[in-house]
């Protein structure tokens, strides 16, 4: 009873001190009320009838412009720490010419709640001075609400518009109550725009409004007639404000009526809530989730109903009224999200995305053998606790029979000295026969002794051979690297369960080698299966994992990173399997954080790589893993750590967190154009060419053409073996579109002038394949070697001798070299002949100026260089310094101006054998180029098409195919129609020298003067005829055909027949030497009948050298003849036929010009093949010739 009362007491003790207390607090806040009530009547007194100085005071105060200018910036930033400061400054100086600067500072200041009553102050001081600044002061602050009838957008940022509204309702209210403002109507003007229900269309107005009432209603009370709580003694304030009662009635009815309206919002935005609600359920239940754009939906109508009610509350708890109840039929919850079941944004990210990344690792770590379905539940253990029991039963059976025997020997004893009485006999009988049963019990015993000693000698048997099976199985566990051999290993372990077996097994787990840590996670799969049925497993491993792990951290040691790193990595393994305890992960996670530094940061970062990301996405510990996180993220950034643990801590919490960031938005391609870089970069092969070509001439080419560029020039994105292949296809278009090689040509060289031009290390690659496609280009045939050349002295002389020379061609930058080497190993095999072979040659001695000017140069380059001079020129020299090359380019000047000026006089001589040419031989082409040279030219030609003939042998697939007939037919029209660089002739508009055609106007003749002529001529003609009669004839030789029956007769093989009928000459030994004989046939008429007669004839005989230069003169003649008249044919076929495509061979040694000569029907062609130097190119198992056809 006594302790009760105590507990009373003490009770109302405490009671009566709380009231005590909150006594003293009220009345402290009314002390504190009542001074600031006093403050304000002052300063009203002091406003209402200010006494300014006069102008002659005002004059004495400082005026400058600097001094003024300093003291109003400082109105923009007032707060109560600078208040009294700022006070002394503006009675120190006169503002008389500054007060609307002044106005507009103190109107852009942003003001806090606490900064009010200083900036009041400031106000009364500077409107107790200055006549003109309340006017200005009232016009200012009211531009803020009113900001479209002054034209001026305070700020475009809406939030801060609402708080700069709200921080000057509440100074224009407190400028009111000490007499600044003495008009109420513009309280009016502002609540009858803030109340306008035009606003409740805007949801964000309407928020903002609703605070800024709210606000009102607090502050300015007694514009609508509430009285403040516990304060009416002190309302002696408001009793002078001259606030109409019409006026009050205004604001308390504008602010009721509103309430009314946003109430009915509030039940609205409810309904369409609650509506919403209902059907995401629905769609919850029928599909099992919501899909993106409902769940944002439902979001933002949450959100903006939470805001309303929010501000609907506070507007209703100013005006002393009760907030709105939303009713609540129960029939549908909220709808959750990710977001709103996470309480940080730590969450969010794990609430959606799965545990693990990929179901291969989920099944690794969740879907584990269950033993019970291939082992006996006897050797899994849980057979042990019944065969324990029947041990027990049997050893208390035991005992019970031994007590029976001693208390069957007690109750004898008894009975025998109870029975002492009786006769002897009786007592030696019974004592025979308590003998007989102790020897019979001492039997039994000894019996089963014997039985238990055999046992125990089985057992030590089978456990012998369990030991040697479970060592082999021991040693095979290291070899276990993947989920079907640590299965089954742990089935097998099984078998040879027991007590020891298993503290060996949880020996050799704990012992794994410190540097194979991709043990861990199979061995931890093992422990994670067995612990279904040997509970004692993971507990005897994880507490040695956590033993050993506090014996590190404590030791505090820079060494054993290994062994640290091994057992973390451990418990983040068994972690994942749930075998390890989240507490015991985050527990060693902490101490590594207390301790944040050396090998703890290695230690943490482990833990969180092997770990930290399975647990910031299980829902449980995602929360406390977000605050590690952060944790760690802080330290990090505060400690001073080395780059590497830097990069550690980064990297280890990004895997646990990646930074969020949108999804890659793949670019979207028109249909056509995916098929189009298909057929390019991935069709396109050597096989595919043909099928390719014949679906890109089937695209709408109006359409497609730009693209069709753009893809061409983009080679880098294909296999670099293809390059030829676009050239290829280059060609083969350009055959039905003229214009379509010349914009690829002209693009690769804009893209090679770009590359120079930005030296951008990322261009390098693209750079080398534009490279590669303009030497593919010029092998078939798109650009002269004028274009090749120019392009190689562009690159060894761009930037030069400008200031941005170390950046365009840095000292130890060889890329430029590598350009070089790429473009000429492309095509500089061609330039082996004529001028094309001297403009190489003298540009190769420039390129080794340019290599020298670049220093010692890496390896690969230097072979790179040395490969291209021993396949170009492989008997140039190779200089080694400047001095030589210089001397080596003034032999090579001079020598180039010998013959220059050697050139005239050749001409001259070849004038007359010009002349003799007709008029077809230097007809032009459609395209504009020669197809025909000198007689001294087709003479070398025709010999060094003997030594590079061909055989026909047709496709290498033993068809052909009417668009594979484009490359010959290529070659063949260009061979036409084109001169070569390679073999001395060139088309015009070149700049070769060998071959200059100059186009004369044609002269008007007078016919007087061309009958003089005429009559000269006839005369001279006349002379010449008579004086030739005079002359003595040779007589002219016989030219009869050798008779057939002659021919037929001859039997030596040996004989050769020329078409003069007389004789026919054979030299012996294959040659005509000065001292040999000529045999000759002879024929004879004896008769009736023609003999022939051998007759041997020197060979420096007048008759032989004739009849041989007649040989060679017919024979020439016949060549130019059939040449012609195969040109003809050709030019008229391809005018028939548009150009069609002939078929190229490779597959047996080259193309033939028989080949072509026989498909297109002009007769049979003896096989030889015209042409000098050809280009070829293999592409897709076809040979293609690019060689002039004479």
């Given at each position: 009873m006594e302790n009760a009362q105590n507990e009373n007491s003490k009770e109302t003790k405490q009671d009566d001190e709380t009231r005590q207390n909150k006594q003293d607090d009220e009345e402290a806040r009314l002390e504190e009320y009542k001074k600031l009530i006093d403050q304000k009547i002052a300063l009203r007194l002091s406003n209402l009838n200010p006494e300014r100085p006069d102008a002659n005071y005002l004059r004495t105060l400082d005026s400058s412009i600097k001094r003024n200018t300093t003291v109003i910036k400082k109105l923009k930033t007032i707060n109560d720490e600078q208040k009294d400061g700022l006070m002394d400054e503006l009675k120190s100086v006169n503002l008389s010419k500054f007060v609307s600067e002044a106005v507009s500072y103190i109107c852009e200041a942003k003001l806090r709640s606490a900064d009010i009553q200083a900036a009041v102050q400031v106000c009364s001081l500077l409107h107790q001075r200055y006549k003109d600044f309340s006017p200005c002061l009232v016009q200012g602050l009211l531009k803020v609400f009113f900001p479209g009838k002054s034209g001026d957008d305070l700020d475009t940022d809406k939030n801060s518009r609402a708080l700069k509204k709200r921080s000057t309702l509440k100074l224009l209210i407190e400028l009111y109550f000490v007499g600044i403002v003495e008009d109420a109507s513009i309280f009016v003007n502002i609540i009858k725009d803030l109340t306008s229900l035009e606003h409740l269309k805007d949801r964000e107005a309407t928020q903002a409004n609703l605070s800024l009432l709210s606000a009102f209603a607090r502050q300015g009370r007694f514009f609508i007639g509430l009285q403040s709580h516990g304060q009416e003694a002190y309302d002696e304030l408001f009793k002078d404000l001259n606030v109409t009662a019409d006026q009050k009635k205004f604001f308390k009815k504008a602010l009721n009526s509103y309430y009314d309206a946003v109430a009915e919002l509030?039940?609205?935005?409810?309904t369409s809530l609650r509506q919403m609600e209902a059907e995401n359920a629905k769609v919850l239940t029928a599909k099992g989730e919501l899909s993106d754009e409902n769940t944002a939906s439902y979001e933002k109508l949450r959100k903006t109903f939470d805001h309303l009610q929010r501000g609907v509350s506070s507007l209703a708890e100013a005006l002393d009224m009760q907030p709105p109840v939303m009713p609540d039929d129960g029939n549908t919850t909220r709808v959750t999200t990710g977001s709103d079941v996470a309480p940080s944004s730590a969450k969010e990210p794990s609430a959606l995305e799965p545990i693990w990344d990929d179901e291969d690792t989920k099944a690794f770590y969740e879907s584990l053998p269950d033993l019970r379905a291939f082992v006996p539940a006897v050797l899994l253990g849980e057979a042990e606790p019944k065969l324990n029991e029947k041990g027990r039963e049997q050893s208390e059976s035991i005992t019970e029979q031994d007590t029976e025997v001693h208390d069957s020997a007690q109750t004898s004893s008894i009975t025998g000295y109870q029975m002492e009485g009786k006769a002897d006999d009786g007592m030696k009988d019974s004592e025979e026969k308590d003998k007989d049963k102790g020897k019979g019990v001492d039997k039994e015993k000894s019996k089963e002794k014997d039985f238990d000693r055999k046992i125990e000698r089985e057992k030590e048997k089978i456990r012998a051979v369990d030991n040697a099976g479970l060592d082999n199985l021991l040693q095979r566990l290291p070899g276990c690297v993947s989920r079907d051999l640590i299965d089954q290993l742990t089935v097998e372990?099984?078998?040879?369960?027991?007590?020891?077996?298993?503290?060996?097994?949880?020996?050799?787990?704990?012992?794994?080698?410190r540097t194979s840590l991709e043990l861990l996670a199979y061995y931890s799969r093992m422990v994670a299966t067995l612990s279904t049925c040997m509970k004692d497993v993971p507990s005897m491993l994880l507490a040695m994992l956590e033993e050993e792990f506090n014996f590190l951290i404590n030791k505090k040691d820079q060494i054993n990173i290994e062994t640290k790193i091994k057992n973390i990595r451990f418990i983040g393994e068994l972690c994942k399997f749930k075998i390890a305890p989240a507490a015991l992960v985050f527990s060693c996670l902490k101490s590594c954080l207390d301790d944040f530094s050396h090998h703890n940061i290695d230690v943490a970062c482990n833990l969180l790589e092997t770990c930290g990301r399975f647990l910031y996405r299980s829902p449980e510990t995602t929360i406390r893993m977000a605050n590690m996180l952060e944790i760690l993220m802080r330290l990090k950034n505060v400690k001073n750590l080395d780059p590497r643990h830097s990069t550690l801590v980064e990297n280890a919490y990004y895997l646990c967190k990646p930074p969020e960031r949108s999804a890659r938005v793949s670019k979207v391609r028109p249909p056509l154009h995916q098929y189009i870089r298909k057929l390019?970069?991935?069709?396109?092969d050597k096989s595919s060419v043909e099928h390719v070509l014949r679906q890109l001439r089937k695209l709408p080419w109006v359409e497609c053409q730009q693209y069709l560029i753009k893809c061409f020039l983009k080679v880098h994105k294909g296999k670099y073996s293809h390059v030829h292949l676009?050239?290829?296809?280059?060609?083969?278009?350009?055959?039905?579109?003229?214009?379509?090689?010349?914009?690829v040509v002209d693009e690769v060289l804009e893209e090679i002038r770009v590359g120079l031009e930005l030296n951008d290390y990322g261009m390098q690659q693209r750079r080398l394949a534009h490279m590669r496609f303009l030497g593919e280009l010029y092998s078939y045939k798109h650009i002269d070697s004028s274009v090749v050349f120019e392009t190689l002295y562009l690159i060894i002389v761009f930037g030069h001798g400008t200031p941005e020379q170390d950046v365009l061609d840095p000292p130890e930058d060889c890329f430029r070299i590598r350009l070089i080497i790429t473009l000429l190993q492309t095509c500089g095999h061609y330039f082996n002949r004529g001028s094309s072979k001297r403009k190489l040659d003298k540009f190769l001695l420039h390129f080794q100026r340019y290599i020298i000017s670049k220093g010692p140069l890496p390896l690969d380059i230097e072979f790179d260089i040395q490969d291209l001079f021993a396949e170009l020129r492989p008997n140039m020299d190779r200089y080694s310094s400047v001095e030589e090359l210089d001397a080596a380019l003034v032999e090579l000047e001079e020598s180039e101006h010998a013959a220059s000026v050697e050139k005239p006089e050749n001409e001259k001589l070849s004038d007359s054998e010009s002349q003799k040419v007709q008029p077809h031989d230097t007809a032009f082409s459609a395209n504009g180029r020669g197809s025909a040279n000198g007689a001294e030219e087709n003479g070398k030609d025709h010999e060094g098409a003997d030594s590079e003939s061909y055989s026909d042998s047709g496709s290498i697939d033993g068809h052909e195919d009417e668009e594979d007939?484009?490359?010959?037919?290529?070659?063949?029209?260009?061979?036409?129609?084109?001169?070569?660089?390679?073999?001395?002739?060139?088309?015009?508009?070149?700049?070769?020298?060998?071959?200059?055609?100059?186009?004369?106007?044609?002269?008007?003749?007078?016919?007087?003067?061309?009958?003089?002529?005429?009559?000269?001529?006839?005369?001279?003609?006349?002379?010449?005829?008579?004086?030739?009669?005079?002359?003595?004839?040779?007589?002219?030789?016989?030219?009869?055909?050798?008779?057939?029956?002659?021919?037929?007769?001859?039997?030596?093989p040996r004989a050769v027949e020329s078409e003069s009928g007389e004789e026919t000459v054979d030299e012996e030994g294959g040659s005509a030497g000065g001292g040999s004989k000529v045999r000759v046939k002879v024929l004879m008429k004896k008769g009736h009948k023609q003999q022939t007669r051998q007759m041997f004839v020197p060979g420096d005989c007048s008759l032989v050298q004739s009849t041989k230069q007649q040989e060679a003169a017919e024979l020439e003649e016949k060549q130019s003849i059939k040449r012609r008249i195969l040109e003809y044919n050709e030019r008229e076929e391809e005018e028939m036929n548009g150009g069609t495509l002939q078929m190229g061979n490779w597959g047996q040694?080259?193309?033939?010009?028989?080949?072509?000569?026989?498909?297109?029907?002009?007769?049979?062609?003896?096989?030889?093949?015209?042409?000098?130097r050809q280009r070829h190119h293999i592409a897709g198992g076809f040979y293609h010739s690019y060689g002039r056809r004479r």
């Open positions: 509030l039940q609205s935005e409810h372990f099984c078998y040879l369960n027991s007590k020891s077996s298993r503290k060996k097994l949880v020996r050799a787990l704990f012992n794994v080698p390019l970069f991935s069709d396109l676009i050239a290829l296809l280059t060609a083969g278009l350009s055959r039905h579109h003229d214009d379509f090689a010349v914009a007939l484009m490359f010959e037919d290529k070659s063949n029209d260009a061979s036409e129609n084109e001169g070569d660089d390679e073999d001395d002739g060139i088309h015009a508009g070149s700049d070769e020298d060998e071959g200059v055609e100059v186009r004369h106007k044609v002269v008007q003749v007078d016919p007087k003067e061309q009958e003089d002529f005429d009559r000269e001529l006839k005369a001279l003609l006349q002379e010449s005829l008579e004086s030739r009669k005079s002359e003595v004839r040779p007589r002219a030789t016989l030219n009869m055909m050798v008779p057939m029956n002659v021919l037929e007769g001859s039997k030596d040694g080259g193309s033939n010009t028989g080949s072509s000569i026989r498909s297109g029907g002009r007769g049979i062609w003896d096989g030889s093949t015209r042409g000098a």
